[in-house]
């Protein structure tokens, strides 16, 4: 049997719930024969769509489909300078759709390939959010209800909207990092004794504090025995991962901003962190991730791949035929998809008692209607979500 080659590469940039999303086709010689990746860098994705028709399509024309590691590595290197968010979402477009493509012509679904699932079943985690603490108890509730039991929670999201405050700086938030603290700690106490019987909560900090408060933040969080803290410190104070192993009992949660195998050597080689939260396409791909996943369970770190709602389907699904295949997975963060996004993506899985079951169908198993994508057409907007700014008008990390 001759291994087909590639013919095409083309993108689908659709918005079905108002978040632009990227998707890379990868066709090949054989007919009816081709694959889907997830390139979603929603808020620069006409720059990842540029990188994948000009650069890489030409590249990969003619290559045979099943040499997916040398080509992920080709299009790694093939601009000489390496890596980031852009370069990185075009290279995983490409390489999720080639182990789309092998699960197709396997006739098996992509965690197969890897060794099979070991695990009947795959937790998730999803997000419980309120401007108030009774809001928020009122959304946990909900959510328990639909048997969730793991849930993240946040008290105006990352940080309070700035309304009216925003004045001339234009701030989305404004951080106030005394009150923060105060509010999230207040949140809990009031939250954790009210939570359901076998639900563990989540919180992520989003960078936004000083480490130096981060670190006061989650020494007053240690007693409530959160399942993990997310994003204590940005990466920029990778450092300080150091002194959170020493003083924090509570486990630590890192990684959706990393986009370099290299930039992760302190936190996986030291074993700083205790779930790695890599954001697949922003990593390059599958390709790199099942390395990284293999890399951490030398560790003792497990898996909570980065899953929010700036992700296209196809990415999602990936996530999960890893979480299948890792005998270090720890969790998947789940975002609830809106009905027209199922039906854009036939075989995008669904959560059901907070559990999801094995994939079944070859490949990713997810597919898109690219005439319902084209009535959800991408624009591109100037960003503003990521502007926040303390009291005192200082930017801090979004
Ligand atoms: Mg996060």
């Known amino acids: 049997m001759s291994t087909p080659s590639i013919t095409d590469v083309t993108t689908i940039a659709t918005a079905p719930s108002g978040i632009p999303l990227l998707v890379v086709r990868v066709d090949t010689t054989e007919d009816g024969l081709y694959g889907l990746g997830c390139a979603t860098f929603a808020w620069r994705w006409s720059a990842v769509r540029e990188v994948v028709e000009n650069y890489l399509r030409p590249a990969l024309i003619g290559r045979p489909v099943a040499a997916i590691r040398d080509t992920f590595h080709l299009a790694h290197r093939n601009a000489y300078w390496r890596s980031g968010p852009v370069l990185n979402n075009a290279v995983s477009g490409v390489d999720m759709a080639l182990w789309d493509i092998a699960g197709k012509r396997a006739g098996m679904p992509c965690c197969d390939l890897w060794g099979g699932a070991v695990r009947n079943s795959v937790d998730v985690y999803t997000h419980a959010n309120g401007t108030s603490v009774e809001e928020l108890r009122e959304s946990v509730a909900r959510l328990a209800a639909e048997g969730y039991r793991f849930i993240r929670c946040q008290l105006a999201g990352y940080g309070p909207p700035a309304g009216d405050a925003a004045g001339a700086t234009g701030a989305a938030s404004i951080i106030k990092p005394a009150d923060r603290i105060d509010s999230i700690v207040d949140m809990f106490e009031h939250i954790i004794p009210d939570l359901p019987d076998g639900v563990r909560p989540l919180h992520d900090v989003h960078e936004r504090l000083h480490p130096t408060d981060a670190m006061r933040l989650a020494e007053r969080l240690d007693r409530f025995g959160l399942f993990f803290l997310e994003d204590l410190f940005a990466p920029e104070a990778i450092d300080w991962f150091r002194r959170a ?154």
């Open 245 to 398: 192993r020493e003083r924090l009992q509570t486990p630590i949660a890192m990684g959706e901003l990393f986009c370099s195998p290299a930039e992760l050597n302190p936190l996986v080689g030291e074993g700083l962190i205790d779930y790695i939260r890599v954001h697949p396409s922003f990593y390059g791909g599958i390709t790199p991730c099942l390395e990284l996943a293999t890399r951490c369970e030398a560790k003792h770190i497990r898996t909570a791949w980065h899953g929010p709602g700036d992700l296209s389907p196809v990415g999602a699904a990936a996530n999960i035929h890893m979480d299948f295949a890792a005998p270090n997975f720890g969790i998947q963060e789940w975002v609830v998809r809106s009905e027209v996004e199922y039906e854009m993506f036939p075989g995008l899985p669904a959560a059901h008692d907070g559990q999801i079951d094995p994939p079944t169908a070859p490949g990713l198993g997810v597919d898109i209607d690219r005439r319902l994508a084209e009535r959800f057409p991408a624009t591109v907007e100037p960003t503003r979500w990521t502007h926040t700014r303390f009291g005192d008008g200082g930017l801090t990390y979004p």
